[in-house]
């Protein structure tokens, strides 16, 4: 099943081991249609289904409109981003089961940004991912 419509979506966290859970999220946001960008420890450049790797989010093309960030890193591993998806204000961010962080919700919503605890995968799954 499509979505209405094609989102850029960065995956915080990607990983190149299919039993991760933000391999299949990129595996089902491309079927559904949405560009990936892939922040993780693979070296910038390398690709995965061809979706492109980044080290971090400074990296990414800058004359992208990025709407969704997915986030697949603890709240610890998370601080080195909070900055960046801060300064880079996309429309929505998610925060998969395991990735919760209160701080970074609550600075996030308060900008105006529609954010999400809950899971790319389900969310894909039962058509709500673009709403």
């Keep these: 099943m499509k979505e209405n419509k094609s989102e850029n979506v960065i995956i915080l966290g990607a990983s190149k081991k299919p039993h991760r859970y933000s391999y ?3 595996q089902e946001l491309n079927r559904h249609g949405h560009k990936t960008f892939l922040i993780g420890r693979e070296p910038t450049g390398s690709t995965l289904a061809g979706n492109k790797f980044y080290k971090s989010i400074e990296e990414l093309p800058k004359d992208i409109v990025y709407d969704t960030i ?5 709240e610890r591993n998370q601080s080195m981003y909070e900055d960046d998806i801060m300064n ?8 998969n089961p395991g990735a919760e962080n209160n701080k970074l919700y ?3 919503k308060q900008k105006g940004i529609n954010v999400v605890n809950g899971c790319t995968l389900v969310m ?6 673009t709403h």
């Design 70 to 74: 997915t986030i697949y890193l603890n």
């Design 124 to 129: 894909l799954s039962v058509g709500t991912f």
């Design 88 to 95: 880079l204000d996309p429309k929505k961010v998610i925060f």
């Design 106 to 108: 609550a600075r996030l």
């Design 24 to 26: 299949k999220a990129m």
